[in-house]
């Protein structure tokens, strides 16, 4: 029994892997963070993630696209993020890849939001059974704060003197 079990689990093995046999060996993505982002980013900022897809396999990748995500990571606040808010380049496509070559894309962002977050860069193609993600990088954005003393007490004070010293101008003017 157990021998029939295991050759109709081979049979059924070898006749799915025809399907795949015309698809290339595969691509890898590679991403990192720009060293050029600052150490604590905050709101506001500007970030930029540089991507590299390489073709590992022997054959040609043929409509390659690829995209970045973006998930926020917050104990209770799990969830992924629009990137329409975030401002950030969402995705390229690749008309051909040759074997052995490399695409490289920068994916810049501008972070809108205070929390922790993760982002991957996947990839599809024509030929691929699915798609292939690379390794998440992970960042933190710090609330910007949203008074700055330095720029509201001039304010603050300035406009009641104004106002005092405009009163008082137009009591003695009368």
Do not use: C
């Amino acid at each position: 029994m157990k021998r029939i079990a295991l050759l109709a689990a081979a049979l059924l093995l070898a006749a799915a892997l025809p399907a795949y046999a015309g698809a290339p060996a595969g691509f890898s993505i590679d991403l990192a963070a720009a060293a050029s982002n600052p150490a604590q980013p905050e709101m506001g900022n500007h970030l930029a993630f540089h991507s590299v897809i390489h073709n590992d396999g022997t054959a040609p990748i043929h409509g390659l696209t690829a995209w970045i995500s973006l998930v926020r990571v917050d104990r209770g606040h799990e969830q992924p993020m629009d990137l329409e808010d975030w401002s950030a380049h969402k995705a390229i496509t690749v008309a051909t890849l040759a074997p052995g070559a490399s695409i490289e894309t920068d994916w810049p962002m501008r972070l809108i939001q205070a929390g922790s977050y993760r982002v991957a860069v996947s990839a599809a193609s024509r030929e691929a059974p699915g798609p292939t993600s690379s390794p998440f990088v992970s960042f933190a954005v710090r609330q910007k704060p949203v008074v700055e003393s330095q720029r509201v007490l001039p304010v603050a004070i300035g406009i009641p003197v104004l106002l005092g010293g405009f009163m008082l101008w137009r009591r003695r003017t009368r």
